[in-house]
């Protein structure tokens, strides 16, 4: 009898044991198919078939560019649209060389009043071209290619285009010079601050993570980081015939560099690596911005590129 029921309750526990277990393990799988599900994506949706709302079809016929520069930019974010705009922005001709310089918009479904001011914007500076498809830092590999439809169909008679990011501070003088003194115009060429055989991060609370089945390779082929680069304008068509046969992910400079891998291009190390600054100086900080104005219109400085987020600093000036 005592055996009996001891025999009972030791099954009970055990019974209670491995319910606990199997609980345990459903919730935590289902917590990291959670995770997956909003991480997920590493591929982002690009049929080639978006559009553009807001567009400038004849700038390039009208200007005929030596440079197009594309600054990809939230729709929202006014304020870095007009921080460029008065200062590295603002130069037309350098070094009488015609720049052109757009920003490139996705799209925000659903807010009237912002479309508004965005036509209203496009309206008054005519300066921006915006895709339908929805804006988001996991979108950025969309907007990249949009990028690269709108330089091969409608700015043909540029001879380079320069994709950089709305907080890096780009110094024309000193691009227009690197571009000249290059001597004859540039076929397959993309330079910027190239990295070669960057890793794939593999730890899944990483930003950049991409599992394996997304990247089976440990290392990425060479690209240049996507705060500035530049090309020659044969490379948008080739880029976007490629794309259509390697399936693209939302690490946009990355997947850049898988499609020029594809096309046999390696990117070039730019002529003087000095003028691609990650970190900038200590001295340049949102104070110190009027200041670089002057120096700018001076065309004195020896910096082409470097980061910059002038809204980090909340010292008063
Ligand atoms: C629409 O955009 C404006 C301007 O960026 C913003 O202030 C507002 O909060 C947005 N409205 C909605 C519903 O997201
Ligand atoms: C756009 O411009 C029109 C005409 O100038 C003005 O009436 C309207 O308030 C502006 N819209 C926004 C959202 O700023
Ligand atoms: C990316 O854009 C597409 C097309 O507009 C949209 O369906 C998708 O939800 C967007 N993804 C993200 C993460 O914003």
Redesign the pocket.
Known sequence: MFCKSWLLVSLLILLNVLLLYFTATTLERRKWRKVARKLGNYHVAYPQNYRFILDQPEKCEQQKPFVVVIVPVAPENFEARNAIRITWGSEKLVRDRVVLVLFLLGSRSGNE?LQ??L??ES?QYQDLLQSNFQDSYRNLTIKTMVMMEWLSRKCQQASYAVKVDADVLLNMNNLIKMLVNLKKLQHNYITGLVMFGNTVLRDPSSKFYVPHDVYPKSRYPPYPLGMCYIFSMDLPEKILQISMHIRPIFIEDAYLGMCLKRLGITPKKPPNIGQFVVRPPPQFNRCYYSKLIAILTESVTQLISFWMDIHSSSKPC
């Open positions: 009043t508004e001011k036509q209203n309206q």
